[in-house]
């Protein structure tokens, strides 16, 4: 059994951690504990391309794809982009910018 408690440090919504889980069993390569937390980890680093880890997830499942790969899901967000199906997002701000930003009490004083 995967525990998928963690899922949510890496951006990726019970759901999509389960319809993952489950994708993976339809193929036939179930998933070690430690082989989901690595996908967890891909996917967060596909935020960097501008979608959800839960997107980056999505477009492993409809492509396919065993696993979750950022330069596939780079390739296929470019592919996307160049085909006018798929709106890239800018790169996320960083977790410490995005606090920064929130917590600023500059105009307080």
């Known amino acids: 059994m995967i ?3 963690q899922a949510h440090l890496y951006g990726v919504s019970d759901e999509a951690a389960l319809e993952f889980i489950e994708w993976r069993k339809s193929i036939k390569k179930p998933l070690t504990q430690r082989a989901f937390e690595r996908a967890l980890r891909e996917a967060f680093k596909c935020t960097g391309l501008g979608v959800t880890a839960d997107r980056a997830i999505e477009i492993c499942i409809d492509k396919g794809w065993q696993g979750i790969t950022y330069e596939y ?3 296929e ?4 982009a ?3 199906k798929e709106l890239v997002l800018k790169s996320p701000e960083s977790i410490e910018d995005f606090v920064g930003r929130v917590t600023d009490r500059g ?3």
């Open 73 to 75: 899901v780079k390739a």
């Open 107 to 109: 105009w307080a004083h």
């Open 77 to 80: 967000l470019g592919r996307r």
């Open 82 to 84: 160049e085909a006018g």
């Open 3 to 5: 525990d998928i408690s």
